[in-house]
């Protein structure tokens, strides 16, 4: 990349996460653009698409969720581990309004920028719940996709009730329960 282009690319993150934390994932592109100082061609040239876009803003944090699951598929407790993970996950679903939603959309679209994200998130929760269900703490048929789904639902209910700070816990703490072998 040309160093002019770059230097667009990095303006353009840099006022995404600033829209997306202030306004929500579905913050206006033209504004973004507007703030980095280029215009919504350049934009559009860098990312075709919102999703393209949320996926550039969200990898940094992805890639501190993944570093995060392979340190906890060493933890000495598998069912703790993958626990620890999923509650990293709902909050960080919860860091951006609209963040849930967005990654709902996308969990059968693998071919979405955003799951350029998705995909990796799935196969590191995957080598958690396998360590789970092989130690006996979580029931077989639980499925990673299934998780995730009800960690950015988790998220999204904790997004439209605002007031209630421990809704995300509990609802996951209720999920939880039901995941567990008997």
Same mark, same amino acid.
């Given at each position: 990349?040309?160093?002019?282009?770059?230097?667009?690319?990095?303006?353009?993150?840099?006022?995404?996460?600033?829209?997306?934390?202030?306004?929500?994932?579905?913050?206006?592109?033209?504004?973004?653009?507007?703030?980095?100082?280029?215009?919504?061609?350049?934009?559009?040239?860098?990312?075709?698409?919102?999703?393209?876009? *949320?996926?550039? @803003?969200?990898? /940094?944090?992805?890639?501190? !969720?993944?570093?995060?699951?392979?340190?906890? #598929?060493? +933890?000495? %407790?598998?069912?703790?581990?993958?626990?620890?993970?999923?509650?990293?996950?709902?909050?960080?679903?919860?860091?951006?309004?609209?963040?849930?939603?967005? *990654?709902?959309? @996308?969990?059968? /679209?693998?071919?979405?920028? !955003?799951?350029?994200?998705?995909?990796?998130? #799935?196969? +590191?929760? %995957?080598?958690?719940?396998?360590?789970?269900?092989?130690?006996?703490?979580?029931?077989?048929?639980v499925e990673m996709g299934d998780l995730l789904q009800l960690t950015h639902a988790i998220a999204l209910a904790a997004e439209e009730s605002?007031?209630?700070?421990?809704?995300?816990?509990?609802?996951?703490?209720?999920?939880?329960?039901?995941?567990?072998?008997?």
């Open positions: 990349m040309r160093a002019d282009a770059r230097r667009n690319y990095d303006r353009l993150l840099t006022e995404a996460r600033a829209a997306f934390a202030t306004h929500g994932t579905d913050a206006s592109l033209e504004d973004v653009a507007r703030r980095a100082g280029v215009g919504i061609g350049t934009l559009y040239r860098h990312f075709p698409n919102r999703h393209a876009l *949320l996926s550039a @803003v969200f990898e /940094d944090a992805v890639n501190d !969720l993944l570093s995060r699951a392979r340190e906890l #598929r060493t +933890a000495p %407790e598998p069912c703790t581990a993958l626990v620890t993970w999923l509650r990293e996950v709902v909050a960080h679903a919860g860091e951006y309004r609209g963040l849930a939603r967005a *990654l709902m959309s @996308v969990s059968s /679209d693998r071919a979405s920028a !955003l799951a350029r994200c998705s995909t990796p998130m #799935r196969e +590191a929760g %995957e080598a958690l719940l396998t360590r789970a269900q092989q130690a006996g703490r979580i029931r077989a048929d605002p007031a209630d700070p421990q809704l995300p816990d509990r609802l996951l703490d209720l999920t939880l329960r039901g995941l567990k072998d008997a």
